[in-house]
């Protein structure tokens, strides 16, 4: 595909999301301003269906010959990496949306072939645009941002939920402890687009999880691509683009520490 | 103290408050646009000790008679809980301030003779506000925050960082672990002072943490306070103003039933 008709998708994913962006937030500041939180949990399952299918209308009316994978289901049943496929999770971080009104985002990933092409995650809360496009960086709004630096882990900040600190039938959590121990302190943000989208920006060194789904982690791979992040699985093998995956995401080096705890 | 001179003090704070958060954004930018991060950690070192000494200038030029306790020391050195005490964080959260240039608040909790009379937390990346004043209320900006309702563990997403759900020196981690396990979910924001607003304002339904400074906490409880939230040490009994302590801070019914785990 033409660099111009790449410019056109990047200029109408951008537009889409800023405007599935405004129905969300008006969506709640309606539902806050008449109930507070009683009826957000409500609002919330019917916004996900609402944005996705917003998604899916419009790409199917500009881009007819574009797939689309979602996490509501109503985007197509895809079982091969062929042509050119988004990825869209329309509300990442549902119980911060309910809980929070902050802390969630919309995450699009648009794949040719298999290959990452733009990486889109809108912090809608805090209105910030992490965008990537293969070749040419990793930006936060307007400012594009740095290659990320080696790192190690006593200097590190690791994304983790304290759900594999504790013993799971994912992961050898005493492993897990181990890296909490060793590390300068840990997260938890409860959306797995902000985190990668994170680690891209430099605000936390390593993310770690052990169950994303493909519109968990499609744009924060292609953002971290960008900077020279690495993502892997946690056993180090690579993450398989239309599974269900675990995901270490981490700075150069310290992606390469980690591992060293997480496969012993 | 007359309620004319408590809305003298309310005004400067907030005012002080503000100024000092321009200095800390202005700060940064200017070390963001220079080097980036690499002198983030001299920076912070720096800053810290100047919003501390900013504060305690402004308060001895305006109110002569009122003592400081700061993180940094420059404050007095207090061993009593007589009078007017301002208990000061410049930057709470320093790691968040060196990495993420968020996540990190001010924090003023101002006490008369033991008992809490106003409480700030400013969010410096967020611009948030949070505010409260003894029997007025609490806020979030210009949103008065409404009493928290009664919650159970269920259902409640539980602010609690990985170093205690691994075993450590100062909770049994297995009572922590099964928390973790027995909530909606877990979060972890490395602000004390961002994780008991959060409590406040409901975007947390509990918070949990085995060592704080006076300064960590005393603007947060008072927050708590005005909106119902409950807040004692994790073994149910009384937070120790001038002291380190640990904290468990929730919703009503949430509190009861943390400390159910927490002191078995």
Known sequence: MKNEEWK????????????AAELLKASFENTLTITYKSHIADLVTNMDKAIEKFFIEKIQEMFPDHRVIGEEGYGDDIKDKAGIIWIIDP????????HQQSNFAISI???ENGKGKIGLIYDVGGENLYFAKDGEGAFLNDYELPRLDKASLSEAVIGVNATWVGPNKRINHENVQEIVRKSRGTRSYGSA???????????????MTMRLSPWDFAAGLILLNEVGGIATKTDGKPIQLLEQNS????????HEELLGYLIK
């Not at 056109?8 to 800023?18: D, G, S, V």
């Not at 995901?247 to 310290?254: H, R, S, T």
């Open 247 to 254: 995901i270490l995401a981490a700075k150069p080096g310290l």
């Open 109 to 111: 990933g648009i794949y």
């Open 8 to 19: 056109m998708i990047e200029k109408h994913a951008k537009a889409w999301t800023l405007e």
């Open 91 to 98: 509300i990442d971080g549902t119980t911060n949306f309910i």
């Open 193 to 207: 687009a902000i985190e990668l989208a994170y680690v891209a920006s430099g605000k936390l060194d390593a993310y």
